[in-house]
């Protein structure tokens, strides 16, 4: 697992440039954001004046899922790709105020996110909170990253968001990718198998 703490990239944070994950924090109402972020955030607000809603219903929207998977349905892992840190009521503190010994594992390839995680990221004693460094395009290399922390034996909740230099159609082939690897550490069965094939059918 990368240790955020050891990465050789660059991870300090520019306080006078303005970063999309803090400018997202600053809608909704956050306080890990700088003068900057609030300026371009208020910025686009004097261009679409509903961008403060659009951010808070996304985080309600992300709460209630969360809250639904960690409560009523107990699932007790969690893999979230592309975190969006800093932002306000993360996937383990929502996870873990409902379910404590919940599991949960952030990746992001973001060279700042590791500086924010490392003030952000504080998980409950009972359960596990875990971030690494990967793409993903990358599938295999977030799976080595995530088994220390989440057992791919039981089920894994997973967010994931495309990235915006991405297609939609290249974000497809990135998840349809990583389903197949989850397919073949779980249940012994290729991807192209009849089992994989009938698992993959819906996507």
């Known amino acids: 697992m990368s240790d955020p703490h050891s990465s ?6 520019r306080s006078d440039i303005a970063h999309n994950a803090r400018v997202w924090n600053h809608w909704p109402g956050g306080k890990d954001n700088y003068p900057v972020d609030r300026a371009v955030g208020d910025r686009v607000t004097s261009m679409y004046p509903s961008i ?3 951010a808070r219903a996304d985080r309600a929207f992300l709460g209630r899922v969360v809250r639904h998977l960690a409560g009523d349905v107990e699932a007790g892992q969690f893999l979230d790709i592309g975190t969006g840190l800093p932002t306000a009521d993360n996937t383990h503190e929502v996870a873990q105020h409902t379910a404590p010994a919940a599991r949960i594992v952030y990746v992001d390839n973001d ?8 003030a952000l990221i504080i998980s409950s004693p009972e359960g596990a909170t875990e971030y690494i460094e990967a793409d ?3 599938p295999e290399e977030i799976l080595r990253g995530i088994e220390p922390v989440l057992d791919l034996k039981k089920p894994v909740a997973r967010r994931s968001r495309p990235s915006s230099a991405g297609t939609r159609q290249h974000y497809l082939n990135i ?3 990583a389903a197949g690897l989850l397919i073949e550490k779980v249940t012994g069965h290729t991807y192209e198998s009849e089992v994989g094939r009938r698992i993959l059918r819906p996507l």
């Open 175 to 177: 998840n349809y990718t």
């Open 136 to 138: 993903a395009p990358n």
């Open 8 to 13: 050789p990239r660059p991870t300090r944070v």
């Open 52 to 54: 403060g809603e659009v």
């Open 111 to 118: 060279p700042i996110v590791p500086t924010h995680a490392r």
